[in-house]
C-alpha cells in the first residue's frame, strides 16, 4: 500500500515568518510530487511540483526534494495571513501512473 | 481554472436512489479522474478515464461506477446511493507538461445521503 505522510498540525505561524511543511511517501519508485493549497470549502489548487532531487522555488514558495530520504517540503517564506489554509502533499507513483496518492493534509494557521 | 466544472454543485438525496455527477471540460484533455474527500482520509480515486469509452478503477470504487461517452463529459453514477457515499467529490484532469503531468481539480459536488 502506497502511503504519503502528512503532520495534521495545525501548525500556527505569525506573519511574516517561514512556515514549513513536510510530507514523506513510502514508495521509492515515486517519481513526481505535488503540493496544493486547498481553502475550507474549495477545491484544491495547484502551487508546487517537483521532480528532481533538490529546490525549486517560485516566488514564496520553495518545494524541496530529497529521494534518498523519502522527503518532500515546501517552504513558506513571509508568511501571510491569506496563505492560511490546508497543504496537501501528492505523489505520482510513475509517469505511466493512473492517479496521485494524496496525504491527508497540513492545517497552517497564520496569524496577523 | 482549466475549464472544468461540475455539476451539480450541491445534492441532498436520501438513501437507495440513484445520483449521477457529471464532469465537464472544455480543453480536450484525455484524462479525467474522479476523487472523493472525506474528514480523516483525504482526497481518493474513486475512477478514472484514460480515453473515450475507456475508464478503470480506482482505490474506493465499490458502489461506484463511471461512463465517459465524449471527450469533454465524465459522468460519476452512485446505483443505489448509501450514507457511506456522504462526501465531497472532485473530478480532475490531467494536464500534459514538461517533466511532469500535473492535475487539476473542478470546483466539487457536495453530496449527503440520507
Known amino acids: 500500500q502506497k502511503e504519503v505522510e502528512q503532520n495534521s498540525g495545525p501548525l500556527s505561524v505569525p506573519e511574516g515568518a517561514i512556515a514549513s511543511l513536510n510530507c514523506t511517501y513510502s514508495d521509492r519508485g515515486s517519481q513526481s510530487f505535488f503540493w496544493y493549497r486547498q481553502y475550507s470549502g474549495k477545491s484544491p489548487e495547484l502551487i508546487m511540483f517537483?521532480?528532481?532531487?533538490g529546490d525549486k522555488e517560485d516566488g514564496r514558495f520553495t518545494a524541496q526534494l530529497n529521494k534518498a530520504s523519502q522527503y518532500v517540503s515546501l517552504l513558506i517564506r513571509d508568511s501571510q495571513p491569506s496563505d492560511s489554509a490546508t497543504y496537501l502533499c501528492?505523489?505520482?507513483?510513475?509517469?505511466?501512473?493512473?492517479?496521485?496518492?494524496f496525504g491527508k493534509g497540513t492545517t497552517l494557521s497564520v496569524s496577523s | 481554472d482549466a475549464g472544468i466544472t461540475q455539476s451539480p454543485r450541491h445534492k441532498v438525496t436520501e438513501t437507495g436512489t440513484p445520483v449521477t455527477l457529471r464532469c465537464h471540460q472544455t480543453e480536450n484533455h484525455r484524462y479525467m479522474y474522479w476523487y472523493r474527500q472525506d474528514p480523516g482520509h483525504g482526497l481518493r480515486l474513486i475512477h478514472y478515464s484514460y480515453g473515450v469509452k475507456d475508464t478503470d478503477k480506482g482505490e474506493v470504487s465499490d458502489g461506484y461506477s463511471v461512463s465517459r461517452s465524449k471527450t469533454e463529459d465524465f459522468l460519476l453514477t452512485l446505483e443505489s446511493a448509501t450514507s457511506s457515499q456522504t462526501s465531497v467529490y472532485f473530478c480532475a484532469i490531467r494536464e500534459p507538461g514538461q517533466g511532469t503531468d500535473t492535475q487539476y481539480f473542478g470546483p466539487g459536488t457536495r453530496l449527503t445521503v440520507l
Open positions: 517537483i521532480y528532481s532531487n
Open positions: 501528492a505523489v505520482l507513483a510513475n509517469q505511466a501512473g493512473t492517479a496521485l496518492i
